[in-house]
Nanobody, 125 residues
């Protein structure tokens, strides 16, 4: 099985940047889709971005395109989310998740089998 740990969250001013990392234990990411989701208070969990480890394919939600980049770090065996030009509306708990690459629906939270504990991202002046 896969166990996920997120890191890199914190407090940043509007326009600033943060880099989140998702590390796995138990298994590698090689056969998985690894996604980032976020949930703000009072709102449902929403898809942010996904990285398909085996092919390098990526997908982003419209609100973060051009600002966020999802990528893999081969040296650390992590999937990272570089967040630039952060806005107050990006404030949320960010979760790393993983699912088998053989199953569809990479932008749907319900399709993911494994979840990290979440890391808080707060964008405020």
């Amino acid at each position: 099985q896969v166990q996920l740990v997120e890191s890199g969250g914190g407090l940043v001013q509007p326009g600033g940047s943060l880099r989140l990392s998702c590390a796995a234990s138990g298994r590698t990411f090689s056969t998985y889709a690894v996604g980032w989701f976020r949930q703000a208070p009072g709102k449902e969990r929403e898809f942010v971005a996904v990285y398909l480890w085996s092919t390098g394919s990526t997908l982003y939600t419209d609100s973060v395109k051009g600002r966020f980049t999802i990528s893999r770090d081969n040296a650390k065996n992590t999937v990272d989310l570089q967040m630039n030009s952060l806005k107050p509306e990006d404030t949320a708990v960010y979760y790393c998740a993983a699912k088998s690459s053989a199953t569809g629906g990479v932008n749907y939270a319900a399709r993911y089998n494994y979840w990290g504990q979440g890391t808080q991202v707060t964008v405020s002046s």
